[in-house]
Every structure is written in structure tokens, then in C-alpha cells.
């Protein structure tokens, strides 16, 4: 496939923003994972009907693990990744164009997250990234979610006011103090029927598939407050995955602490 002119990335891009815009905007502007590609709306039951369970479920129903029915967790399962994936794109759009309107949608994006860090808040405590399935909260989460948003966040940093600037740090801190007392592990029944060894994050296995979710939201976390202990967290992350040759080439130079994995610095 060609690539695409500049002209018609552009085309590619609005056309984007204007479904989001126009259809699938849920309460608060939040995002959702899925909706139907004939009209744009938020799946039913019966879009549903006949579907294998997930593997994840572990041949438990959403019932037993307290999760809502499968046409609405599959569809709001990533709305805190696509929203944060939003206000990185919109952060970066009005960096090109300088459009108050867009400058808005912006505002209008982080209030959405923020509006999800408030409901995990309190459901359970600060920083814990709540999975809102039917805009609620609810006791799922990934760390995966958190790098995403945490690249919105990062996006948009460089071109808000100081007000927003204080939710956004105010939100690092608190994503990052989160992980750093859960041990970067998920609480019981946190994901799905997966089942984790408690005591936190085993430091003789590191990978960097984990290292480079959670370095750049601590990185983010001191540049907000200048408080060592989050470098020292990435450190630790550092010595943990050194000898990981799978991901980053098996990284061993502490020289690349503050750079590699914190690629949020150059946005």
C-alpha cells in the first residue's frame, strides 16, 4: 500500500475526529473501545449473541467476577487508553495549528480523565486507573492503560495552562504513588479471573515489556514534584530488566536512566 501525501493523511485524520466527535463521545467526553461500524453506537446483547467467552475469563461468567455483561465491558475496555491516545492527537493538532477550538476539545479530554482518576479515587484509592465499563468504576485495571494515558498526558503537558498543568501533575503523582505502594501489581480480581502472586512485582524477573509501562509515569512524577524517590524507582526498574535482551536490546548502560525509556521527554 502507497504511502499517503501529507493532503491525505490530513483528509484521514478529520475524518477521524469527526466521527469520535459527532457519534461516539460518551458522558464526560470519554472514549469507548468499540462501536458498531454501521452506525457508530454502542453495541446490545444481541450484537453479542453466540460470542465464545474470553480466554481471560477463565471459563468463569462476568456474573461470578462481577463484571457487567460482555457487549458493555468489551466496549468500554479501553476507554481510558483512547481517550488518553485522544488528547495526545488533539495536543498535537493544536501545536500545528494553534485552533482555540481544538485547544478546547483538549481541555474538554483531560477533564474526561480526569474524571476517570476521580471515580478510581474513590471506588478504591488515589491513582488506581479504574477500567469504567458503562462509565462507572469498577475493580478492573491494566498497566497498559496507564502508559497510554500517561502519553496523552504527556502530550498535552507542553500546551496547557497552569491550571490544567496542576490536574496533570496532580495525576502523575498519584498514578505513580499508586504503583510504587501496590509493588506495580494488580489488587485481587483486578483483572478479569487472572490470579497474581501477592507480594508485588517478583524484581529477579524483570522485562522491559513492564519497565517501559510504568518508567515514563514515574519520570513525569518527578519532573512534577523534583522528588528523588521516583528516580530511584526507575532505577530500580533499570537494574530489575538490564538482562532483558527481548525488549530494548537488553539495555544495560545506566547512562540510558532518564532517556530511553522516558521517550514521553520529547513529545
Not at 92 to 108: G, K, N, Q
Not at 182 to 187: L, R
Amino acid at each position: 500500500m502507497p504511502a499517503m501525501t501529507a493532503d491525505e493523511l490530513e483528509r484521514k485524520a478529520l475524518r477521524i475526529q469527526a466521527v469520535v466527535e459527532e457519534h461516539t463521545l460518551q458522558e464526560h467526553g470519554m472514549v469507548p473501545m468499540f462501536v458498531r461500524p454501521t452506525d457508530y453506537q454502542l453495541p446490545t446483547a444481541e450484537d453479542y449473541r453466540g460470542m465464545a467467552p474470553h480466554r481471560a475469563l477463565k471459563g468463569k461468567t462476568e456474573a461470578e467476577l462481577g463484571l457487567p455483561p460482555m457487549h458493555i465491558w468489551r466496549a468500554w475496555e479501553n476507554t481510558s487508553a483512547n481517550t488518553g491516545y485522544y488528547l495526545g492527537a488533539m495536543s498535537y493538532r493544536y501545536r500545528c495549528t494553534s485552533d482555540p477550538d481544538v485547544l478546547a476539545i483538549c481541555r474538554r479530554t483531560l477533564a474526561a480523565l480526569k474524571h476517570i482518576y476521580d471515580m478510581g479515587a474513590e471506588f478504591d484509592e488515589p491513582g488506581f486507573l479504574t477500567k469504567p465499563y458503562g462509565g462507572v468504576a469498577t475493580t478492573q485495571s491494566s498497566g497498559d492503560q496507564l502508559q497510554c494515558v500517561t502519553v496523552g498526558l504527556a502530550a498535552y503537558r507542553h500546551i496547557a495552562g497552569p491550571e490544567d498543568t496542576r490536574t496533570i501533575d496532580e495525576m502523575f503523582t498519584g498514578f505513580a504513588d499508586y504503583e510504587i505502594r501496590q509493588g506495580y501489581w494488580p489488587k485481587p480480581g483486578g483483572y478479569f479471573a487472572l490470579t497474581f502472586d501477592p507480594g508485588g512485582w517478583d524484581w529477579t524477573k524483570g522485562d522491559w515489556e513492564h519497565g517501559v509501562i510504568y518508567a515514563p509515569v514515574l519520570y513525569h512524577a518527578w519532573l512534577a514534584t523534583g522528588e528523588p524517590r521516583y528516580l530511584d524507582e526507575i532505577q530500580r526498574w533499570y537494574r530489575a530488566c538490564e538482562n532483558d535482551t527481548k525488549w530494548l536490546g537488553g539495555i544495560a548502560d545506566r547512562r540510558w536512566s532518564l532517556h530511553a525509556c522516558c521517550t514521553c521527554r520529547a513529545s
